[in-house]
């Protein structure tokens, strides 16, 4: 396997299919693979070992699911379903367990399945370079780019650390869609440069310092490039709005996720903006569109809800 041949496969990944919403297993299983080997130079891991730490991840960056039981096992998906091209799984007695497996806990555990990457695969992420430009191409893929420190220090990967490492070349992997020139400018014109959910409008000088323009349905995720899909946020609330601590009513109303808790005066400002209206922003007929608040809603948002995966069986 080349490299150009892995950044293939890693942007062909399949993604099953759970109604409309989005599945990130494979690539966080893979980010957290990827910091494994990082560490100790190989990928190998047990289900039982690589069961919480990917559920938790799954759980932190991935849509959410109401039932316990599911959320604690959500790596048993991608563990059993990542392609045989990049993962090579077996039971405790060395015996190939394929893709028809059942992705269930109590199964995995029963037989001992451990997994690791192809050798090919590891042979080529013994290069820092070719290590980080697959990290980058899944983050760039899967996520937005809020999330991707957090993420690369969930998984304590070191991205830039590790393109001073490589021993090549290794240019960025191009992301499949470029972001329309002068979309940001046009975002926080629109807001007159204010956190549309704080007011926010620090600046040093003339320049605005902390403002961001943040896509409602996420870029990666085809979210256009258009008013109608982004808000003006300060770098706070931009972050807890890509991480689903919070969200927006179809009537531009702020969402607090009854998952969020804080201990000082601080931390509790976050629950004072719940039923608050949106910044209006200029002109009106801007205003974020339903259909990327419902988006934002089903597939970011960590508020209670029915679940969008069926339980694993223990």
Not at 141 to 159: G, K, Q, S, W
Request: with cysteine; net charge neutral; aromatic share 6%.
């Amino acid at each position: 396997m080349t490299r150009d041949e892995l950044l293939a496969r890693l942007a062909g990944l399949r993604q099953a299919q759970v109604g409309q919403v989005r599945v990130p297993h494979k690539p966080l299983l893979l980010l957290w693979l990827f910091g494994q080997f990082a560490a100790t130079g190989s990928s190998a891991a047990s289900y039982q070992q690589a069961e919480e730490p990917v559920s938790q991840l799954i759980n932190d960056f991935g849509p959410p699911v109401a039932s316990p039981s599911a959320a604690r096992q959500r790596a048993a998906m991608p563990f059993v379903h990542l392609e045989r091209e990049l993962w090579d799984l077996r039971d405790a007695t060395g015996n190939e367990i394929g893709p028809d497996a059942p992705e269930r806990r109590g199964w995995l555990l029963e037989r001992g399945a451990v997994g690791r990457l192809q050798a090919s695969l590891e042979r080529l992420l013994a290069d820092p370079g070719i290590l980080a430009a697959a990290a980058r191409l899944l983050l760039d893929r899967h996520f937005t780019p809020v999330l991707a420190d957090p993420i690369c220090a969930a998984v304590d990967l070191d991205v830039a650390g590790l393109d001073l490492a490589g021993t090549e070349k290794t240019p960025r992997a191009n992301h499949p869609r470029q972001r329309r020139r002068g979309f940001a400018e046009e975002v926080l014109r629109a807001y007159a440069y204010q956190c549309a959910m704080c007011g926010y409008d620090g600046a040093l000088g003339r320049h605005p310092v902390g403002i961001e323009a943040a896509h409602v349905r996420w870029h990666s995720q085809r979210g256009p490039d258009e008013i109608t899909n982004a808000l003006a946020l300060c770098a706070l609330h931009h972050t807890l709005f890509d991480l689903g601590v919070l969200g927006i009513t179809e009537e531009r109303q702020i969402r607090v996720s009854s998952l969020y808790v804080a201990r000082n005066e601080a931390g509790r400002a976050v629950d004072a903006l719940a039923g608050k209206p949106l910044l209006i922003p200029r002109p009106r007929p801007s205003v974020v569109d339903v259909v990327y608040i419902s988006w934002h809603h089903q597939q970011v948002f960590k508020g209670h809800r029915a679940g969008t995966e069926s339980d694993a069986a223990t």
